[in-house]
């Protein structure tokens, strides 16, 4: 491994760039500037050829790292950090792994506000500049919108994707991309992992659901190509995930191997479209599933570690040339069958170029460095994806302008016009499934005492919520007089019969749920509601297919996440400040006979 670069440098480097930064000046990357064409490839390929291989391993990898500082993070996040990565913090990892990238997590206490996140990102590249071969480094996140969202406000936070479907326009979507990919290029995330490009055909699907577009091929392959240019028009790398297609499993990868039996021809039909239009719209990268797809690998390996469906297929069959990722090698899914020194290596094999977030870095690292030195793995193969890597940051202006400046931040991020534009977006994407006898829209003269009752998810990004206090709040802005009762995912007899009590003196009462199942508790609190004689609006804050499960509501709309602008927007449908727009991009099932839709794809009433 390569001599560590003192921290006492990496202190001084960052301070001079904090200075620099300041002045607004140009920073001082021009020994790496590139531009385009064959010359900008040959000082690719020059800076490749001075790397060691350690060097070289060390930018397949993109790790987690604990800290709201490159260099000066909490003692507990320096303690989490020596715990699971052996480093003090992002600094001392790049100097001793020479990581290519570094993942961005509100868990990780990466995102605290813009200012702070912008700081981070020039403290990682000043380390990244700071190294024997100087190298940007390809800083990244989740952030699709709606239920995951790492960079919270006052950035500006959009519907997810299977309200974007609902919204059905590319124009939005493409809108999205553009204003979200703008906002994390001005605090230094450069690829976003987003947008899902899974069709979610199956409603008991545990870990997509409402992050993919919608259930129809077509339809999500418009979305998927929209979004991906508009991120990639902000300079930021767009990420379609989760190659073949993770859209039809009960299994959560996370926790255990998600197998899908479609057929060979109903992958072409149902999965792969998607993955094919981003490959047109010029995706910049394209993660992994760790799913086995028998139709695809016969071996049961996952599509991570599968060569027929990584090279054979996507590089191959699709054509796809670019950066491809890993989905965390942290999960389950992927650990299952091999060591955690053998599967980046068997990854790398299979046609991998960045290995996410291995969960001991050691050992990844120890594994792929045995893997050169035996010959499994060939030097030339690690130029290969680094190559790509490294042209993927060229494309996208880091080594021009890897640093970012505080003016930037206030310029760009959470303007009035872009939060303007999130809210109209919301208002198209809200879905009023049931009004059978006219309850919506709510009028202040006939339902103005509101009670509001249901569960309170945590926020996606830690600073959205609690949903209903947000619901509340947005009904008391348009007059209505509110009262509020967080009833909880799992609400007991004693909570239900509170809200029953609750609703006393009351005109309305709006509830929300959450994953709501046949016969569970929040099924029937719903129907204790409707009991009271109390007219009941059901807002279906996740899955729009918890209405099949409920009874006793007069009117039910579907806001496909509980983030606050899906919230604000859904209170404008209901009070009638807007009409709903919204159209199932997914058909929902009956509860007593699954085969059967009890509102198909494309349904959506209005005023």
């Given at each position: 491994m390569q001599h560590r670069t003192s921290r006492r440098s990496l202190l001084t480097t960052t301070a001079a760039v904090t200075a620099i930064t300041a002045l607004g000046s140009r920073l001082p990357a021009a020994a790496l500037d590139v531009t385009?064409?064959?010359?900008?490839?040959?000082?690719?390929?020059?800076?490749?050829?001075?790397?060691?291989?350690?060097?070289k391993i060390g930018?397949?990898?993109?790790?987690?790292?604990?800290?709201?500082?490159?260099?000066?993070?909490?003692?507990?996040?320096?303690?989490?950090?020596?715990?699971?990565?052996?480093?003090?913090?992002?600094?001392?990892?790049?100097?001793?792994?020479?990581?290519?990238?570094?993942?961005?997590?509100?868990?990780?206490?990466?995102?605290?506000?813009?200012?702070?996140?912008?700081?981070?990102?020039?403290g990682i590249q000043a380390a990244g500049l700071a190294q024997r071969v100087p190298l940007p480094l390809l800083i990244a996140t989740d952030q699709e919108h709606g239920i995951v969202c790492r960079v919270g406000k006052p950035a500006t936070l959009f519907p997810g994707a299977m309200a974007m479907g609902a919204g059905g326009s590319t124009e939005d979507a493409r809108t999205l991309g553009r204003?979200?990919?703008?906002?994390?290029?001005?605090?230094?995330?450069?690829?976003?992992?987003?947008?899902?490009?899974?069709?979610?055909?199956?409603?008991?699907?545990?870990?997509?659901?409402?992050?993919?577009?919608?259930?129809?091929?077509?339809?999500?392959?418009?979305?998927?190509?929209?979004?991906?240019?508009?991120?990639?028009?902000?300079?930021?790398?767009?990420?379609a995930k989760h190659f073949p297609g993770h859209g039809d499993t009960s299994v959560d990868s996370h926790t255990g191997i998600p197998?899908?039996?479609?057929?060979?021809?109903?992958?072409?039909?149902?999965?792969?479209?998607?993955?094919?239009?981003?490959?047109?719209?010029?995706?910049?990268?394209?993660?992994?599933?760790?799913i086995q797809f028998p139709a695809l690998d016969p071996s049961n390996d996952p599509a991570t570690?599968?060569?027929?469906?990584?090279t054979g297929i996507l590089r191959e069959q699709l054509g796809y040339d670019g950066v491809v990722i890993t989905d965390s090698l942290g999960m389950k899914g992927v650990r299952d069958k091999y060591g955690d020194d053998r599967v980046p290596v068997l990854a790398l094999k299979a046609g991998v170029d960045q290995l996410l977030d291995p969960p001991k870095l050691d050992v990844a690292f120890a594994g792929v460095r045995a893997a050169v030195a035996s010959?499994?793995?060939?030097?030339?193969?690690?130029?290969?994806?680094?190559?790509?890597?490294?042209?993927?940051?060229?494309?996208?202006?880091?080594?021009?302008?890897?640093?970012?400046?505080?003016?930037?931040?206030?310029?760009?991020?959470?303007?009035?016009?872009?939060?303007?534009?999130?809210?109209e977006i919301a208002e198209r994407t809200t879905t009023l499934l049931a009004n059978p006898h006219g309850l919506l829209p709510l009028s202040r003269r006939r339902h103005g005492r509101v009670l509001v009752v249901g569960p309170d998810p945590d926020s996606p990004s830690g600073t959205t919520g609690p949903p209903t206090t947000v619901l509340a709040d947005a009904l008391t802005?348009?007059?209505?007089?509110?009262?509020?009762?967080?009833?909880?995912?799992?609400?007991?007899?004693?909570?239900?019969?509170?809200?029953?009590?609750a609703t006393a003196g009351r005109d309305v009462v709006i509830v929300g749920t959450y994953n709501a199942g046949a016969g569970g508790a929040q099924s029937r609190l719903v129907a204790a509601l409707g009991a009271t004689g109390v007219p009941v609006v059901h807002l279906a804050l996740r899955n729009p297919y918890d209405i099949a499960y409920l009874s006793g509501f007069g009117a039910?709309?579907?806001?496909?996440?509980?983030?606050?602008?899906?919230?604000?927007?859904?209170?404008?449908?209901?009070?009638?400040?807007?009409?709903?727009?919204?159209?199932?991009?997914?058909?929902?099932?009956?509860?007593?006979?699954?085969?059967?839709?009890?509102?198909p794809i494309g349904h959506g009433l209005s005023y």
């Open positions: 385009d064409g064959d010359a900008a490839d040959r000082r690719l390929r020059a800076i490749v050829a001075r790397m060691s291989i350690e060097e930018q397949l990898f993109v790790m987690r790292i604990y800290g709201h500082s490159a260099t000066a993070p909490d003692q507990a996040d320096i303690d989490a950090n020596l715990r699971e990565i052996g480093v003090r913090d992002a600094a001392e990892l790049i100097a001793t792994y020479h990581v290519g990238g570094i993942i961005y997590f509100t868990w990780a206490h990466n995102t605290r506000d813009p200012h702070q996140i912008a700081a981070l990102s020039n204003i979200s990919g703008a906002e994390l290029a001005a605090i230094g995330i450069r690829q976003d992992y987003s947008p899902d490009a899974d069709v979610n055909i199956n409603p008991a699907n545990p870990v997509i659901g409402v992050r993919s577009f919608g259930a129809d091929p077509a339809a999500v392959a418009r979305m998927v190509a929209a979004e991906v240019r508009g991120y990639q028009e902000s300079s930021v790398a767009a990420t197998v899908i039996t479609h057929s060979r021809e109903e992958w072409e039909r149902l999965d792969a479209p998607p993955f094919k239009a981003a490959i047109a719209a010029g995706i910049d990268a394209i993660m992994t599933a760790h570690l599968s060569h027929p469906i990584l010959g499994e793995l060939s030097e030339a193969r690690l130029d290969e994806s680094l190559l790509r890597i490294l042209r993927l940051k060229e494309r996208r202006g880091l080594f021009a302008r890897p640093y970012v400046s505080g003016r930037g931040v206030d310029r760009v991020v959470g303007t009035r016009a872009h939060l303007g534009a999130a809210d802005e348009l007059g209505f007089r509110t009262a509020v009762l967080s009833t909880g995912t799992l609400p007991s007899p004693a909570q239900i019969d509170a809200a029953v009590a039910s709309l579907a806001t496909y996440s509980w983030t606050d602008v899906e919230l604000r927007a859904a209170v404008r449908v209901l009070a009638g400040r807007v009409r709903p727009r919204g159209r199932l991009p997914v058909a929902v099932p009956r509860a007593d006979d699954p085969a059967q839709d009890l509102y």
